[in-house]
């Protein structure tokens, strides 16, 4: 389990070193996975940030120690974000893919899909878990149930299982208004899951490494 040391860094760092960590939620007895694949870091000094618009009872998380989760509705949907070093500062969870190993095997999928519903059946694995508010979808991650608590290694868990990315695409972040410190390369995708991610820079239109975005071969020190 990761503990708020982790956190307590940069946001930045934080946002890349997520990368590769997966995700543990307990279902009844069922633990269901995800490894992340995406993230986006949020500074309160810059204006596509929520903090930046000021410390509010729905914001506070953000303002609360690091390692605390925020929640917040994005479109009506649940998103998951954790505080890192810094009042107002915080990592979204942008995307991630399901995750399968002996505690938590096929049959989790099952589960995953359950939670959307009578759609659920037909949505394919790889898009189980593919943007913030899916993931919270696919994990029964509620802001009622964990906005502004701290993670809890009987239901719900971040856990270092050596799957660091060799390389880290660094990309703008996604939804930010024009005039919001828009084109910051803020957004961190693991390259060999790009495909899998919420918009895969590699993909869009006239974008151009160097440009647009960057691609970063990961260091091999340890977290």
């Not at 000094?45 to 998380?61: D, V, Y």
């Not at 878990?129 to 993931?135: A, D, E, P, S």
């Not at 149930?145 to 996604?174: C, M, Q, T």
């Not at 790009?194 to 869009?204: H, I, Q, S």
């Amino acid at each position: 389990m990761l503990r708020p040391i982790f956190f307590n860094r940069d946001t930045c760092v934080v946002a890349r070193e997520l990368l590769g960590v997966v995700i543990r939620r307990r279902i009844g007895k069922m633990w269901l996975a995800a490894q992340i694949i995406e993230t986006e870091a949020y500074y309160k000094e810059e204006k596509g940030s929520h903090a930046s618009l000021g410390r509010t009872p729905s914001r506070e998380a953000m303002f609360m120690p690091p390692g605390t989760i925020y929640m917040y509705y994005a479109r009506g949907r649940a998103s998951f974000n954790i505080s890192t070093k810094g009042a107002g500062n915080a990592v979204l969870i942008k995307s991630a893919k399901p995750y399968i190993d002996i505690k938590s095997p096929t049959d989790t999928l099952a589960q995953m899909r359950k939670h959307y519903g009578s759609e659920g059946s037909h949505r394919p694995m790889r898009r189980l878990c593919g943007g913030q508010t899916l993931l919270c979808q696919a994990l029964d991650l509620q802001v009622e149930d964990w906005n502004r608590r701290n993670f809890d290694r009987h239901v719900f868990y971040l856990e270092d299982i050596g799957l660091s990315p060799r390389k880290i695409i660094e990309a703008p972040r996604l939804g930010i208004p024009p005039g919001r410190d828009e084109n910051l390369l803020y957004r961190f995708v693991d390259l060999e899951h790009a495909a899998d991610c919420t918009r895969n820079p590699l993909t869009v239109r006239h974008w151009k490494e160097g440009r647009h975005y960057r691609i970063k071969v990961t260091s091999d020190s340890s977290r």
